[in-house]
């Protein structure tokens, strides 16, 4: 009989996550009621949010309960359904959480074709990430061609796609990534101008010379020091998306500068969250898909083997240590 392997957020972390905040239960295979359909996951997405929902402090969205299961974006199978909508091995993506199987209402789920790409991509390059990609570039920088445009964690789930849509729209596009290979990576793969390592000793020159244009649009995925760097070197009239300060989610928070240059360099500066613009959320997955469909989209994933697992995932992508989107195979 298989039995629903279930994580369970045991207690808040009061400093960095670890694995230990995290217990692993064992519960019967649920039956789905009327309207429900049982879905078996594949993979779960971990993602960089779920270090702000482990803490009970306010913020846009509620925080995960201490003792239920984690939450989060997961792909699988409809093992049994009692949901028009959904028949039995339909490939779905919705929020199952951090669990083997989880019991659906529609809300949420939705039917993807996984013949054309995998399965896991409706966590990456063709969901959530993609479309904060999607939305941040689009709506907030909304690049002209020959403008500049810097990304940080530039191979990762969102700034690799950001470093692709910019090349597409006719800008130029800057990566920040860590370690020389990532690097290489996001210049040879994804298309970019130039990337320069945070990691580098020489981060500070080689940031300067890739930006010998000024940055005309900055999509912030990390903040910290290579953010206050980048500040300096916005051109007039820039804009400036603030997606995510993963640096400060375990460290310390990312003040701005002088709010002179608010006025001097006379750019905007807006904070978004993918989840107010659900009504977008279509669009931008049709536009990713196309593009996927097209080979114009690339995307690369570290993967990591068994649910049990997820918690040392979650630790390892605050640590920065995934290349490209970090998934775990449910298996
Ligand atoms: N606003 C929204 O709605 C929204 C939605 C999704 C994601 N986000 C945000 O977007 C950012 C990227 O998310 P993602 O899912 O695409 O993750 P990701 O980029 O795939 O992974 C995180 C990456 O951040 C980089 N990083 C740089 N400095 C770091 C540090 N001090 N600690 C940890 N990591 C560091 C690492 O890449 P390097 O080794 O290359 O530095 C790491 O691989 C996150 O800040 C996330 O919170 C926001």
Not at 181 to 203: I, P, Q, T
Request: aromatic letters at 6%; proline letters at 5%; charged letters at 20%.
């Amino acid at each position: 009989m298989p039995t629903n392997t279930q994580i369970l957020l045991d207690h808040r972390p009061t400093d960095k996550v670890s694995p230990a905040n995290f217990r692993i239960v064992e519960s019967p295979v649920p039956a789905p009621g009327p309207g429900q359909a049982l879905v078996r996951h594949t993979f779960l997405s971990l993602d960089p949010y779920m270090r702000g929902r482990l803490s009970d402090a306010k913020s846009y969205a509620k925080p995960q309960e201490v003792g239920a299961v984690m939450g989060g974006g997961t792909v699988g199978i409809v093992e049994a359904s009692n949901n028009p909508r959904f028949k039995t091995g339909d490939a779905v993506v919705g929020s199952g959480g951090w669990q083997r199987y989880a019991l659906s209402d529609e809300k949420g789920l939705r039917v993807v074709d996984a013949k054309s790409v995998p399965i896991q991509a409706y966590l990456g390059a063709l969901g959530m990430p993609g479309v904060t990609a999607w939305y941040g570039l689009n709506r907030i920088i909304a690049p002209k061609t020959g403008e500049t445009v810097l990304v940080s964690a530039a191979t990762g789930a969102v700034g690799s796609v950001v470093g692709q849509l910019a090349k597409l729209a006719g800008a130029r596009a800057v990566g920040i990534a860590g370690g020389k290979e990532k690097c290489a990576y996001a210049v040879r793969e994804l298309g970019y101008d130039a990337c320069v390592d945070h990691k580098s000793l020489r981060f500070g020159e080689d940031l300067k010379d890739a930006l010998s244009n000024g940055i005309d649009g900055l999509f912030e995925n990390v903040g910290g020091e290579p953010f206050q760097q980048a500040l300096r070197r916005l051109n007039d009239f820039s804009r400036v998306a603030i997606c995510g300060l993963i640096a400060s989610y375990e460290g310390a928070p990312t003040a701005l500068p002088d709010m002179r240059m608010f006025l001097v360099k006379r750019f905007k500066m807006e904070g978004f969250i993918v989840s107010d613009h659900l009504d977008l959320w279509p669009k931008a997955i049709g536009e990713l898909a196309a593009l996927a469909a097209a080979k114009k989209l690339k995307w690369r994933e570290t993967i990591r083997d068994g649910l049990e697992n997820a918690p040392q995932a979650l630790v390892d992508l605050l640590h920065g240590e995934n290349f490209g989107k970090m998934l775990v195979r449910v298996g």
